[in-house]
Structure formats: C-alpha cells, structure tokens
C-alpha cells in the first residue's frame, strides 16, 4: 500500500514501488518463477454501480523495467511524464473512457507497480511537480478532486505474477471488488463488500461516538464521497489525538511486568523477539537476550498510520517487528494475545479503544478481507489476489448502496 503522507504534496516519485507494502512488493520478488508472463495482460472492467455518470479510468504508475515514471493507455502502451515545475504543472491527460452502467471495457495491465483509479462523472485532476506526480489528497479542502466520487486499486504486474488489491488505507469510498483469472480457468475475486455494506459502513461509523463520524465527507448537495483514515482524521482535526491513548497506555503497562512474543515470519516460528517495557521504552532482544531494536511509546498517529514512532524499515528486524505492533495496536489484540501476531480475526477490534474505522470496514466485506490500515495484510486479512501466470485481471464497479 502507499504510505500517506499527510497534507504536504503527495508525489508519485522514484519511490512509488518501494512504497508499496509486503504482500504486493515483498510478496511479488519472492515468489516462485512461473510460466513467463507476458508484456500485459487484459483488465476487464464492468461497471456495476447502476450510475449513469460518465466513467474515466486512469492506470499509472512505475515501469519496472525502467524505473520509469508515467501512465499507460488503454493499449498498455507506456507515457513517461513530461518535467513537472514548481508550482506544479498540469499533467498530460491519462484518462481512459470506462464502461457505462451495465457494460464492461477492457484494457492491458502493463508490467507497473501502480494505481488503476477511477472516477465518476468528472475527470480527475493531476499535476507535474520536479519530483513527480502530484496525487489526489482530499483531506486536504482545497485539493481540486475534493468534490469528485473516485476510488482506486493498487497492483503490480511483474515476472512472478500479478498482486492486485482493493485498499481503503487511505479513505473508504465508492465501492469496487478485484479479480484474477487463474491459467486454469478458475477466479480469485476480493474486496466485495456485503449486500447493503457500503450504507452499512456510513451508518455504522456515524453512530460511533468519540468523533469518528467526523471522518466522513460529503458534497454541497449531499453527496456522501467518502470516509477519510483515522491518520486523516487526526490531522485534519476530525478525530482527537488523545484517540488511542488509553489503549497505548495499558499496554505499556501490561508489558512493564510480563514480556511480548512477536514471532513476524509464519515460515520462520523459531525466529522470535521478546518485548519488555523499561523506562517508558519497548526494547526487543532476541533468543541470545541481545537487544535488536526500541520503541518509544507511540501516539495515535503513529498506530493509524503506522509510521514515526512505529516506522517499518524494508529490514528483517525492526520493520516486521513493528509491522506487528502496528497490527496488535489497530486491531486492539495487544492485551489478550501475548503472542503476536494473530491469525484468527475473532478477537479483532474487541476493545472499546480500538481502529473503530477499520473494525466496521472488515464487519461489511463479504470474505471479511479488507486493507483498513498500512499493515492489514500480517496474518493475511488483506484484500489481495494473486496469481503466478495470469490470463486477465478484473475490477468491478459496485453499487453505492
């Protein structure tokens, strides 16, 4: 997933692939070799949503056989971009017509790491600055594509398969599901919310106290466009920052006096660290009691966002560590489970300080998958598909309903 980076700018620079997280990266470079893929793959996309508004789909993002910055046409065809400038520069126009209501469009998936966006009845707005392309930041009020419906989905297409995902990392919006169409013929579909889910999710977060309602925005006329992430919500004011203290703080005082297990490889359970809390600090050692890294107490936005305090370094030590502190501290299972991480999800969001936003999110997916926050995917709860040696991918516009 990309990692959000508040109200500055956000770029899609050089660091486009690196920022994207375990399962779509990590996941794709070590997986088995297969059959070779080839240099695109059709993306059917159908729209479903029973709205009559215009479709505009865009696909952009990193060529890795390059590194290259820029966007793909409905032929898969690759554009670099052009030199931004400062103050940024309109962007070439990337975006691709979608289907109308009831129909579907095909297009090629080139060999990208990036976004496939999609947008209703307006095109979106994009800008060059000197480090790359400028994305929509709706948290931010004056940002122009603050008044659009859109949503997107994240991917990598590479030698060793395709990763595509549905994310609401950063907002929960108009809904979509993905899919892969298996070499045998078989498909693999996730991110489909529950018949009534996508009013289920606004209902339910409006009815939560402690100003969780407040991560919802809407148009002048009424419009519900979407729901911003906690991290959002806490600097834009929507939510307290004092929001996850209570929780914070009883775990730092559980594990003063007891230790915390975090075992990070499901393929490696004889590697595991040990935390203790002393003097307001987290240090993990490892099975020689040699302390390998320290966490300082985290805040609120460091556990939505799952960075700062909780930063997660490409590594093999601290970054999985912190990975599942991240999970434990969003998911609110640090104070019944001893043992991270955990890969049941029954004892998800059960504490009455918890990830409110990511616990109703997960209540209205139909298999229960979703990426609520940066790390959803430790213990696979993610909403991702893959598959070695694709013959076609798929997004599905679903009803706002």
């Known amino acids: 997933m990309l990692r959000t980076l508040g109200h500055r700018v956000r770029v899609m ?63 898969g065809t690759f554009h670099p971009w052009p030199a931004g400038g400062n103050p940024p520069t309109p962007a070439p126009d990337a975006s ?16 990208f790491s990036g ?35 859109f949503n997107w989905s994240e991917y990598t297409l590479n ?81 307290p920052a004092n929001v996850m203290d209570d929780y914070i703080n009883r775990v730092w005082q559980k594990y003063a006096t007891s230790t915390l297990t975090v075992t990070p490889f499901a393929d490696q359970p004889g590697t595991k660290y040990y935390g203790r ?39 093999q030590v601290r970054g999985p560590i912190s990975r599942t502190l991240c999970a434990g501290f969003n998911r609110s299972t640090l104070l019944t489970n001893p043992n991270q991480p955990d890969t049941g999800s029954g004892a998800f969001y059960q504490d009455n300080v918890t990830n409110h936003y990511a616990r109703k999110i997960h209540a209205q997916m139909a298999d229960g998958k979703a990426y609520a926050f940066a790390f959803d995917d430790v213990g696979h709860h993610e909403s991702l598909v893959h598959d070695g040696n694709p013959r076609q991918a798929y997004l599905t516009l679903d009803p706002l309903n």
């Not at 302390?291 to 997660?312: E, M, N």
């Open 13 to 75: 620079g050089l660091a486009l692939a690196a920022a994207l997280t375990g399962s779509l990266l990590a996941a794709g470079t070590a997986a088995p070799a297969h059959a070779a893929v080839p240099a695109t793959i059709p993306f059917k996309i159908t729209n479903n949503s029973a709205r009559g508004d215009q479709v505009y789909i865009y696909n952009l993002g990193t060529d890795l056989a390059t590194g290259r910055q820029g966007w793909a046409d409905a032929n």
């Open 115 to 149: 976004r496939v966006y999609f947008s209703y009845g307006q095109k979106l707005v994009f800008n060059l600055t000197t480090g790359g392309l400028v994305q929509p930041a709706v948290q931010n009020p004056t940002d122009p594509n603050r008044n659009i419906l």
């Open 159 to 239: 030698d060793s398969g395709l990763w595509i995902n549905s994310t609401q990392v950063d907002m929960f919006s108009v809904p979509y599901a993905v899919g892969v169409q298996r070499s045998d013929g078989s498909t693999a579909t996730t991110g489909r919310l529950k018949p009534g889910g996508y009013n289920g999710f606004f209902n339910s977060l409006r009815g939560q106290p402690g100003g969780w309602a407040n991560l919802i925005q809407t148009r002048s006329d009424g419009t519900v466009l979407r729901a911003l992430s906690p991290l959002y919500g806490l600097e834009t004011g929507a939510l």
């Open 96 to 111: 691709i017509p979608g289907p109308a209501a009831g129909q579907s469009t095909t297009i090629r998936l080139p060999k």
């Open 277 to 315: 809390v002393s003097g307001g600090v987290m240090h993990f050692t490892n099975s020689a009691g040699a302390v390998v890294t320290s966490f300082q107490k985290p805040d609120a936005s460091s556990v939505f966002g799952c960075h700062r305090l909780l930063d997660a370094p490409n590594d």
